[in-house]
């Protein structure tokens, strides 16, 4: 449909008839109807809960807004409940649902207490003494002159102070310019006639927030856009991103964090969109495709409260293994036994360090049927191929995509067990198959997909297909895909709309959960995500192009990911695809040596893409890319020392800059520049210039490698950088532990030898401490 700039057609999806190609008629269509939240009729306090009933006032079928005066109005509470610390919970529904306090999503720490609540006097008092919330209830003030228009109608005032601080007021918004033209509404829902039982039925609801004119919004996922999020709408709706450079997400997650140091948590895995001062700059909206809204408003006075709330509601990360923070090597695909040993030891004769070796798509039968078995022609002794590549200090990843193909050889077992999704019988059934937008580089034809909503399924999964692999000795299972699922399937405990952004945490959950029964490691490498999936690390990027755009679009979606509750991420180094030709153009060296400096400073590096990945293949560059290589594993005592401060707070290893400088009002603008950890702000160069401009925060910095020393709270604009060389900073009074010897894998590593390098004044750059250490 044709963009309106209306919000009942743009924002609330209600669909006007096309009366011809460049006009519209603003009849709604038929059935639908939209009812406006009036005043609160009535407040009460239940077991701690303030319940408000919020009487709803049906709309006549136009695009101006006008009451149905012939309508009975309904009423649907809006509960309000508060938890410590700085949480306030938003529930209403008027499809029936309960309140819960447990699910997939929702994993309560045990600081997360309820605080009972009171209603004096037009405030929510917690029994605590904070004031929480006011509902204003006062006739509006008029000085009555004209009767031109007519009256607005009646809105529910109410303002929350998640944090007990009355100078940050999150308001509901009644936005309108004049009674008729609303611009978004505080609460609404949506009715549908079914005509064929003569009944209405509760659909979409939406909630409207105040925003202020300066206000900047970040996080929603992996959003590859820019820092600020203000002026744009978005769905949320996992699917294949098919790279990084476009409104397709592969991990939506519905919690944004505002400027004005709060946070949203909206809880629900329905199809649904925020409009973050887009359809109105004076509103932040969210709309869901089921009638029920369930918020969390998380409260703090920085950026890591917030997010450390979101986390204490969904889950903390866990700690990944010590092994995973080396290097990664794989491309698009290894074929057999014999060729990926070749790489191995040729990794360790020129002296690569290397901890993990990734099997794609070519490791079955055929390549792309994924049957979870070794081909027994290339692969023919896969355990002993396994424990030849332990030996020399490698870990095997596979990987796995939760479809069963037509022609596998699981395919009847799946069917005739119901481990699958079955193609829909009943009439209404959702007709399109939306597998079939995934990213699909064989003519498999996927039969279903894996019911991880059907106990007996996920536990087929984890124990018939993952566990062999990992009795083996296969340590990690890359989960891939899980955006798109069979929508024209039934599946066991959910319908497919409800089921398509949880699926990823279901899937992700199962086989993280079986990885670490067997191997005591608990990881994955996975794609998609929802709300809650950071418990199941970790997460790297997606398809990217092998380009200056598809490195800086992969770092705003690291960025914002990391804001969204995201402790650790990863994205393949130097590029997934080439450009033009998919498959068969050759890479751009320059873009090769400087996303492998981008990636050394990330949580997890792998090497993966559509042709050659290993670096002797690029000779004038690979002395270059083997020093960076050698950085990451003297880096290694400090990304597990900041990792381990990341699983215990709110903190993601990429940092956006404004988590540590949020009163800076520049660095809710600047995507292009990260903390690493606590200690190194990283500035990498994404063009071929070799040059960039640089922003500093407030105070001193000192160039980690060379130890210059340059003033804060100001923009370097143009600064060269040689190929080989990143600008990574510090501050004055940083502790560094790093690794003091060169090694091979983290096998050869021993902790306890790790030596820490202050920041003093005395200090003069990395390279020279590294060449006191190799004349030793």
Not at 189 to 217: G, K, L, M, Q
Not at 324 to 353: K, N, Q
Not at 421 to 440: L, R, W, Y
Not at 693 to 707: A, R, S
Request: some cysteine.
């Amino acid at each position: 449909m044709k963009q309106t700039n209306y919000h009942l057609f743009d924002f609330m999806d209600f669909s006007p008839c096309e009366r011809s190609k460049n006009d519209y008629d603003p009849t709604q269509q038929k059935g639908e109807a939209l009812w406006k939240a009036y005043a609160p009729s009535k407040i009460s306090e239940e077991n701690g809960d303030i319940f408000i009933s919020i009487p709803y006032q049906k709309q006549l079928h136009q695009e101006d807004m006008a009451p149905d005066l012939e309508a009975r109005q309904q009423s649907y509470d809006l509960i309000v409940r508060a938890y410590e610390p700085n949480i306030i919970r938003l529930f209403t529904t008027m499809a029936g649902d309960e309140m819960l306090e447990s699910d997939e999503m929702l994993q309560f720490a045990p600081e997360v207490r309820r605080l009972p609540l009171r209603f004096v006097n037009g405030d929510i008092i917690a029994t605590n003494g904070t004031k929480i919330a006011t509902i204003n209830l006062s006739e509006p003030v008029l000085d009555h002159w004209s009767d031109l228009l007519p009256a607005p109608q009646p809105a529910p005032l109410i303002t929350f102070y998640p944090d007990g601080d009355l100078s940050k007021p999150v308001a509901l918004s009644d936005d309108h310019f004049s009674p008729p033209r609303y611009d978004a509404l505080p609460l609404g829902f949506c009715s549908v006639c079914r005509c064929d039982t003569a009944t209405n039925a509760t659909e979409r609801a939406t909630i409207s927030f105040r925003s202020e004119p300066d206000e900047c919004f970040v996080g929603t996922g992996e959003r590859f856009r820019k820092m600020d999020l203000s002026g744009q709408t978005f769905q949320m709706k996992n699917q294949d991103g098919q790279g990084v450079n476009n409104r397709r997400c592969y991990k939506n997650i519905p919690f944004y964090l505002s400027s004005r140091m709060y946070g949203a948590f909206f809880h629900t895995s329905d199809y649904c969109k925020f409009s973050l001062a887009d359809h109105s700059t004076r509103s932040v909206q969210f709309l869901n495709d089921h009638a029920t809204l369930d918020v969390f408003l998380i409260g703090g006075k920085t950026p890591e409260e917030i997010l450390r709330g979101y986390r204490m509601l969904t889950g903390f990360p866990t700690m990944p293994p010590l092994w995973s923070f080396g290097i990664w090597m794989s491309r698009m695909t290894y074929f057999s036994a014999d060729e990926v040993e070749e790489i191995c030891d040729r990794l360790r004769s020129e002296h690569y360090p290397c901890d993990v070796i990734h099997l794609d798509t070519g490791w079955f039968r055929t390549d792309w049927l994924c049957e979870w078995k070794f081909n027994p022609e290339r692969f023919p002794d896969p355990q002993a191929f396994i424990r030849r590549l332990a030996q020399k200090g490698f870990k095997i990843s596979l990987w796995q995509l939760p479809y069963i193909a037509q022609g596998a050889e699981q395919i009847t077992e799946a069917k005739a067990n119901h481990y699958i999704s079955q193609p829909c019988s009943v009439s209404g059934c959702a007709t399109v198959n939306e597998t079939s937008e995934s990213s699909n580089f064989s003519t498999l034809d996927y039969a279903g997909t894996i019911d991880f909503t059907y106990d007996k399924a996920t536990d087929w999964y984890k124990n018939t297909l993952l566990k062999p692999l990992l009795d083996m000795g296969i340590k990690c299972i890359k989960t891939d895909f899980g955006e798109n699922i069979h929508m024209d399937h039934s599946y066991h405990a959910s319908t497919p709309e409800r089921l398509n952004n949880l699926y990823a945490l279901l899937y992700q959950k199962a086989a993280y959960e079986v990885t670490k029964e067997v191997t005591g490691d608990g990881i994955i490498w996975a794609r998609a995500a929802w709300a809650g999936a950071q418990r199941y690390p970790l997460h790297w990027g997606g398809d990217s192009e092998s380009s200056w755009a598809g490195m800086a679009g992969s770092l705003k979606g690291g960025l914002h990911f990391g804001l969204s509750g995201f402790a650790f991420w990863s994205h393949d180094v130097p590029g997934f695809h080439s450009t033009p030709d998919f498959m068969n153009s050759p890479l751009d060296e320059k873009v090769y040596v400087r996303w492998t400096q981008f990636g050394v400073f990330t949580s997890h590096i792998r090497y993966h893409g559509t042709c050659k990945r290993e670096p002797w293949h690029y000779p004038t560059i690979a002395p270059i890319v083997k020093r960076w290589w050698n950085l990451r594993y003297r880096l290694i005592p400090y990304i597990i020392e900041q990792s381990q401060k990341a699983c215990n707070s709110g903190l993601p290893m990429i940092q956006a800059l404004l988590i540590r400088h949020p009163q800076d009002h520049q660095v809710w603008h600047i995507d292009d520049e990260y903390y690493f950890g606590q200690e190194f702000l990283v500035c990498p160069v994404m063009n071929s210039e070799n040059r960039r401009d640089i922003y500093l925060p407030e105070g001193l910095w000192i160039n980690f490698f060379t130890g210059e020393r340059l003033e804060g709270n100001r923009w370097y604009d143009g600064v060269e950088v040689p190929l080989d060389e990143m600008p990574v900073f510090v501050r004055p009074g940083a502790n560094i532990p790093l690794y003091p010897d060169e090694v091979n894998s983290t096998d050869d590593m021993d902790l306890s030898k790790s030596i820490t390098i202050s920041i003093t004044r005395d200090y003069k750059g990395l390279k020279s401490i590294v060449k006191t250490l190799q004349s030793k």
